[in-house]
């Protein structure tokens, strides 16, 4: 194993790595959003938007924009440029 990452205040849902390898994101049961660089280990960015838990997460493939998926039926898309939210989506139903 190269490195576990611990996540001490809720369960890990969903993982996915960057496009380009350097960065993992975790969508977590505590509504959370998590982006560790691989290289430093260090946690690089958190977002704490979804109102239940994130059921998913996945990077666009130029890397810049992350789409998050959550049991309180949004779908979010995030700029990672500059951390922020671009659009929330509603209605989309878990299976």
């Not at 690089?44 to 998050?68: I, M």
């Not at 949004?74 to 700029?79: C, G, P, T, V």
Request: with cysteine.
């Amino acid at each position: 194993m190269l490195h576990s990452y611990q996540e001490p205040n809720g369960v890990i849902n969903t993982v996915k790595y960057h496009p380009d390898g350097t960065c993992v994101a975790a969508g977590t049961f505590d509504k959370k959003i998590k982006i560790w660089d691989i290289r430093s280990k260090k946690l690089v960015q958190f977002y704490d938007a979804h109102k239940e838990s994130v059921t998913g997460v996945s990077f666009h493939s130029s890397g810049n924009y992350l789409v998050s998926s959550s049991y309180d039926s949004s779908l979010k898309i995030w700029d990672l440029r500059n951390g922020q939210i671009m659009y929330t989506l509603f209605g989309h139903e878990v299976s």
